[in-house]
Nanobody, 126 residues
Framework: QVQLVESGGGSVQAGGSLRLSCARS????????MGWFRQAPGKEREGVAA????????DYADSVKGRFTISQDNAKKTLYLQMNSLKSEDSAMYYC???????????????????WGQGTQVTVSS
């Protein structure tokens, strides 16, 4: 079992920055596929970024490339999402997700993530 707790959401003006954190517990190993997803009211959930915690591979949605950076600290068992140049369309509930195994080799947003956090709200005002 993997437990995930997000933090760092809030309200910010367009052009501003926020850093989300996701603390994980309950899993003894450091080789997970972890990701950030978001869902705005009335819209489907979309993948934002993913990272393999056992290496350096990352995957980003086109909509956030160049603005968002996913990173992780295995010693602290914490996943981060640095969000810069925020836009109003980035407003959503952001969720942290984890997978302890997956098919296809690479850790990507298309992985079937089996563990999810409760989410943290990000609101960007224009």
């Amino acid at each position: 079992q993997v437990q995930l707790v997000e933090s760092g959401g809030g309200s910010v003006q367009a052009g501003g920055s926020l850093r989300l954190s996701c603390a994980r517990s309950g899993y003894a190993y450091s080789n997970l596929c972890m990701g950030w997803f978001r869902q705005a009211p009335g819209k489907e959930r979309e993948g934002v970024a993913a990272i393999y915690t056992g290496g350096a591979s990352t995957d980003y949605a086109d909509s956030v490339k160049g603005r968002f950076t996913i990173s992780q600290d295995n010693a602290k068992k914490t996943l981060y999402l640095q969000m810069n140049s925020l836009k109003s369309e980035d407003s959503a509930m952001y969720y942290c997700a984890a997978a302890t195994w997956w098919v296809g080799g690479s850790c990507r947003l298309e992985v079937d993530f089996g563990y999810w956090g409760q989410g943290t709200q990000v609101t960007v005002s224009s």
